[in-house]
């Protein structure tokens, strides 16, 4: 017996990076896998899965959306057990630089995103009364705000609120609600981040500030989709069972509270 066997799992930005590590993860421990992200190219990440992986191209900022993509979900599995809200965006900017549509959009992936996954998946989990996780990505950014991602910041921050809040609510239904905070992470995103906090800080070449910024953290190294996927495995699993409204850091102790 594997440890999600006979689970379903629904993972929100799942075709790449941080996202698809933890399907490769859940998957290789027996999991109904679900893919949801907005490119067409889930399609093929769902494939290389294998399994009977479904793929779902949706919009986590669209209601209609999110409620079409569990739908799915259930119509193929029988019921979500475990759903996890990953999807994420960031732009860097100086403050008077920083748009309004930037603030919403970010806003509304980080934030609103994880709050209409987070209702949907409840919705089902409470009519099904068996439980389930909710395990929602936040970031280092949800501890420590950094410099040029105000809106990045904040839509973090309301990960952790939104995550508490939501766990409050529902452990009578035997339902968990958790955040993860991953630090530097190998994926697309870091590759932005090192391109453009590079050009803003200094005379950055590729990969040097995320060298530097590496250097700051005590394993000295910087981390992997892989290592993300191990904790949200622990706490989606039968172990975590009495953790419920917690955040939880995986950065190699980058940061210590
Ligand atoms: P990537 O940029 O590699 O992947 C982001 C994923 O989010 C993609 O699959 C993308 O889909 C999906 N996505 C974006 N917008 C939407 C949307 N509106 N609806 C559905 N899916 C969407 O990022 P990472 O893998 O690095 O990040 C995953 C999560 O981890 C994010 O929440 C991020 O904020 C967080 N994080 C990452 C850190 C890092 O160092 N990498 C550090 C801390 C937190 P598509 O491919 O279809 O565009």
Not at 118 to 144: F, K, P, V, W, Y
Request: with cysteine; glycine share 12%.
């Amino acid at each position: 017996m594997r440890r999600f066997d006979d689970r379903t799992v629904v993972i929100t930005g799942g075709n790449r990076g941080i996202g698809l590590a933890i399907a490769r993860r859940f998957s290789a421990q027996g999991a109904n896998i679900v893919l949801a992200s907005i490119e067409e190219q889930v399609h093929d990440a769902a494939e290389t899965l294998g399994g009977g992986a479904l793929a779902v191209v949706c919009d986590v900022t669209d209601r209609d959306d999110v409620v079409a993509l569990y739908e799915q979900a259930e119509d193929r599995f029988g019921r979500v057990d475990i759903s996890i809200q990953n999807a994420g965006i960031i732009t860097i900017a100086r403050v008077e630089d920083l748009t309004e549509d930037e603030w919403d959009a970010t806003l509304a992936v980080n934030t609103k995103g994880v709050f209409l996954c987070c209702q949907e998946a409840i919705r089902r989990m409470r009519r099904h009364d068996r439980g389930g996780r909710l395990i929602n990505t936040a970031s280092g950014q949800a501890r420590d705000g950094f410099i040029y991602t105000p809106h990045y910041a904040a839509s973090k921050f309301g990960v952790v609120g939104l995550t508490q809040s939501l766990a409050k609510e529902v452990a009578p239904d035997g339902i968990t609600v958790n955040a993860i905070c991953p630090g530097i992470i190998e994926t697309d995103m870091w590759a932005y981040n090192d391109k453009v906090w590079g050009s803003m800080l200094g005379d950055y070449g590729p990969g040097e500030l995320m060298a530097e910024w590496v250097q700051k953290i005590p394993m000295k190294r910087a981390g992997t989709g892989d290592d993300v996927a191990g904790l949200v495995a622990f706490l989606a699993s039968e172990d975590a069972a009495y953790i419920t409204g917690q955040t939880v850091n995986v950065d190699g102790g980058l940061i210590m509270s």
